[in-house]
């Protein structure tokens, strides 16, 4: 993806926002859909495991700007866009894993749906497990079921926005501004969580360009 390494760029909390620049906005849509068509195909025609435990770490060492340069400001429902939010849930999680276990860990407890079962994090969910599902999740674009893989992110999503949203109801009175900015996760976590579930739907009818 990129033909140097640097260090790792680390992203707060503002990490869900857009990136901007001043490119042609054609040039970026056909390099977004080329390069996540050409590494998607490669990669699944032949999952050598040492390329895609690579593909996997490559934010790790390299940081997500490289990642966020070629498909960050692709459409959501789209291949590009739809590899972008995985790198970039896998990137938050392993960023802040016990903030992120502890949201999802109360968004377990409080659903009343089926997404922790497809979310698939071992249970209970601390720091480490959290961090396995979203290494699994990656992985599973690139060698499982690329539906069932945008499904799990989703799933996890949907938990992540319940979390949020319970805790914030807890801070509304005591803390309003903790209140705020967890209500404004919850909201953007719910918003991914539909993105993927979309893009799921798409890979399906073979429409996911």
Known sequence: MAEHIHKPTKFPNRIFEAFQGGE????????????????????????????????????????????????????????????????LLRMLIRQDPTGTSFLFQRGVEVAR??????????????????????????????????????????????????GATSLADDADAAEPERAAELTRRALRFAEMGGELTACARLWRTHSLD
Request: aromatic share 6%.
């Open 113 to 162: 749906t089926i997404d922790p079962v497809v979310a698939g994090a071992a249970h209970p969910t601390g720091p480490d497990e959290i961090i396995v599902l979203a290494d699994a999740i990656l992985r599973g674009i690139y060698t499982g079921d690329f539906a069932v893989a945008l499904d799990r992110a989703a799933a996890f999503c949907r938990v992540m926005s319940a």
């Open 24 to 87: 042609d906005p054609a040039t970026i849509s056909r390099v977004a859909h080329e390069t996540a068509n050409a590494l998607l195909s490669r990669v699944r025609a032949d999952p050598d495991p040492e390329v895609v435990e690579r593909l996997v770490a490559y934010t790790d060492e390299n940081g997500i700007d490289a990642v966020a340069e070629l498909w960050s400001r692709a459409t959501p429902r789209s291949l590009p866009g739809a590899l972008w939010r995985i790198y």
